[in-house]
């Protein structure tokens, strides 16, 4: 199937969040912290009020009234304190987008008592602490066996230091809302979200009102990655506004205002310690991770999380560490965890693999665990090591040279490089309606697409239970007034409302009436333990320029294993969309923060690379047929995520393969090359 809602977007008819066209509506633009530590001591906005058009600003110096929302970063301009560069300190309200922001850059006097911020993350930092859990409720510490025992037995050890910066989402569609108060009290927020009921809530909390009297509409999204999983600061600055003003405000956060204000990827530093017998089956592993976190609240990624369900290994250790540093808050980034977690990881094994000398994807077969490595419980399905031989059939894995830094074409030096991917599999209760009507079908759950494909791939899943064809089902979707649906985060939006969908339709077919409804609380609640994993195997061709250190990836191929594909066209593009994502991981992104004043220096898509498509050539994707019975009705596993997982450590290690030269810091630039 092609994307159902595709001819509207390609035609300009889908509204995302801030083109809804409401009356009278007002514009709102965030003004945000100059200094990166310290307290505002005098804030005047007797200018920006005198200019024509402004109509009100809001401010710290006189902070609304707000409730806790769980999420300090939306405690919006309830302290003079600044916790770091770029926190929203105030908001202007005017006529048009553009008087609000002249106002808020010309028209306002902020004085500070500024401090000196600290913002570098270090390995020895004295701040460094031990969280009690890393994201979303795992022990952050696990230890099994000896480690230093079977560091001591093996016959090759690994021993390095892994590094991964400050990374952005970008998301195509900047974050907004327009904030609208109805005559009755309630709220209406048109916002770019990826859970329209679960921000509903949080909103609600924060504003002190009951959930029914909020809702959020998100018909369209143009992508998230996870920095739209929560609400954002700007959306209660949009409600604030809007009540104040009494009219209507759209506040879209600029390109530049969004690295601040929208969430980011810690970087991290990663110590791995492996251990191997003469066969190269690992006698330990041994992953330490130093992150970081705000002052205001603890986001702790989960870095080491997916060393525990990759290798067999007698001893096991993993252990994460964080920093309060005087940061924004870092929040969610595609596959939290196991994208960086998984670069330091796989390019250990590469380096095991040229220790041992042994091939790396014969490394990975034999050390491919009967269960769980931390933990023991059963998988419920796992074809890693059929993903591997795959790639290695499709990618003509066989015919690579034995020996790093050997071939050179013209001036282009070319190796080719392997590693893992994984992912959990996750599943949240959500409810889900269907009506017959007109011959046809009309599903209604509060799911949101925010460009994956969800809206058409849960068509097709209604379709198939009712026996109709796709163009007799329409799904409604992206409006917390729809039945409760989890968000669309953790690679578990089809697989959580696929099931709620399935089990309305279902209910519809065997009571024969009009009209059914499903609540999968229960069914989820009752999920057999097993340890659920999507797997994946990635392959990198790069050819490095011998005179410029520039690198160029020629090759790409997943594989994977994630249960049932629903709907192929859709999957091939998640797939190798969040390849592209790990492409640009590896070579080009990487947010640079001052350490003098605690901004961020590159903060636009001019000086934040990302991958673009001259940059990926040829990216492909392929997966193995995997019957699954322990997931859901569809059998299908999540596959948002997966795919940039991974592939950061397959180029870092054909990039070792092309040159002989190990880059164990990100992004492996032509300088860390030369
Ligand atoms: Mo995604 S980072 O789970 O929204």
Redesign the pocket.
Same mark, same amino acid.
């Given at each position: 199937m092609s994307r159902v809602e595709g001819p509207d977007k390609v035609t300009g008819r889908a509204t995302y969040a801030f083109e809804y066209d409401v009356p009278e509506a007002a514009y709102g633009y965030a003004v945000q912290a100059t200094v990166g530590k310290g307290r505002i001591t005098a804030f005047d906005a007797g200018e920006a009020l005198a200019m024509p058009g402004v109509l009100t600003v809001i401010s710290a110096m006189d902070p609304p009234e707000l409730g806790d929302g769980g999420d300090p970063e939306l405690a919006v301009l309830q302290a003079t304190e600044i916790a770091y560069h770029g926190q929203v300190i105030a908001v202007v309200v005017a006529e048009t987008q553009e008087i609000a922001r002249a106002a808020a850059e010309t028209g306002l006097r902020v004085e500070y008592a500024a401090e000196r911020p600290d913002v570098g993350l270090r390995a020895d930092h004295p701040g460094l602490y031990a969280p009690e859990k890393v994201n979303p409720a795992y022990p952050a510490r696990t230890e099994k066996g000896d480690v230093e025992a079977g560091l001591a037995d093996a016959v090759a050890t690994v021993d390095e230091v892994y590094r991964t910066p400050i990374l952005h989402?970008n998301a195509m569609e900047p974050h907004a809302t327009i904030a609208v108060w109805e005559p009755d009290g309630t709220l209406t927020l048109y916002d770019s979200t990826?859970g329209p009921g679960t921000h509903r809530d949080i909103v609600a909390k924060v504003l002190g009102l009951p959930p029914d009297q909020v809702r959020v509409i998100s018909r369209h999204v143009g992508g998230?990655? #996870?920095?739209? #999983?929560t609400p954002r600061p700007h959306a209660i600055l949009a409600a604030l506004a809007a009540r104040a003003a009494g009219r209507p405000v759209k506040l879209a956060l600029t390109r530049q205002q969004m690295y601040d204000m929208t969430g980011y990827r810690t970087p991290t530093i990663q110590r791995i310690r492996l251990g191997a017998d003469a066969r190269g089956r690992l006698t330990a592993v041994d992953h330490h991770v130093v992150e970081q976190t705000s002052t205001l609240a603890e986001f702790a990624e989960q870095t080491a999380v997916a060393t525990r369900v990759m290798y067999a290994t007698p001893a096991l250790r993993t252990a994460h560490q964080l920093v309060r540093l005087n940061v924004p808050t870092p929040?969610?980034?595609?596959?939290?965890g196991e994208t960086p977690g998984m670069f330091a990881l796989e390019s250990a094994m590469d380096e095991l693999a040229v220790a041992l000398g042994m091939d790396p994807v014969e490394l990975r077969v034999v050390n491919d665990p009967d269960a769980e490595p931390q933990g023991g419980r059963p998988f419920s399905s796992r074809n890693l090591v059929a993903c591997l031989r795959e790639g290695a059939r499709r990618f003509h894995w066989a015919r690579r040279d034995p020996e790093p830094g050997i071939r050179l074409e013209g001036r282009w030096l070319v190796g080719t490089g392997v590693a893992s991917s994984t992912y959990p599999v996750y599943r949240r209760p959500s409810s889900a309606s269907v009506r017959a009507r007109d011959g046809g079908y009309v599903v209604r759950i509060g799911a949101v697409d925010?460009g994956t494909g969800a809206r058409t791939a849960l068509t097709r899943i209604a379709a198939e239970v009712l026996g109709a064809a796709p163009e007799q089902v329409e799904v409604e979707i992206g409006d917390s007034a729809l039945p409760p649906a989890s968000?669309? #985060?953790?690679?578990?939006g089809t697989a959580s409302w696929g099931t709620a969908i399935t089990r309305a339709c279902e209910a519809l077919l065997k009571d024969g009436g009009e009209e059914a409804t499903a609540d999968t609380a229960e069914e989820v609640a009752n999920t057999a333990d097993f340890a659920r994993h999507a797997f994946g195997a990635q392959f990198a061709e790069v050819r490095v320029n011998a005179d410029t250190g520039e690198v160029r990836v020629s090759r790409l191929l997943g594989v994977f294993a994630a249960g049932r594909i629903i709907e192929p066209t859709l999957a091939r593009s998640q797939f190798i969309g969040g390849m592209t994502m790990g492409l640009g991981m590896a070579l080009m992104e990487e947010t640079y923060i001052d350490e003098r004043f605690g901004d961020f220096l590159n903060h636009d898509l001019a000086q934040y690379h990302i991958a673009a498509c001259a940059d990926v050539p040829d990216v492909e994707a392929a997966w193995i047929d995997e019957e699954d019975p322990y997931l859901n009705p569809m059998g299908s596993k999540g596959i948002?995520?997966i795919g940039i997982v991974g592939t950061a450590a397959a180029i870092a290690n054909a990039v070792h393969h092309a040159t002989g030269r190990r880059v164990r810091d990100l992004p492996i630039t032509p300088a860390k090359l030369l």
């Open positions: 989402n990826q998230g990655f #996870g920095s739209k #999983g929040s969610w980034m595609r596959a939290p925010i968000l669309a #985060g953790g690679s578990m948002g995520e």
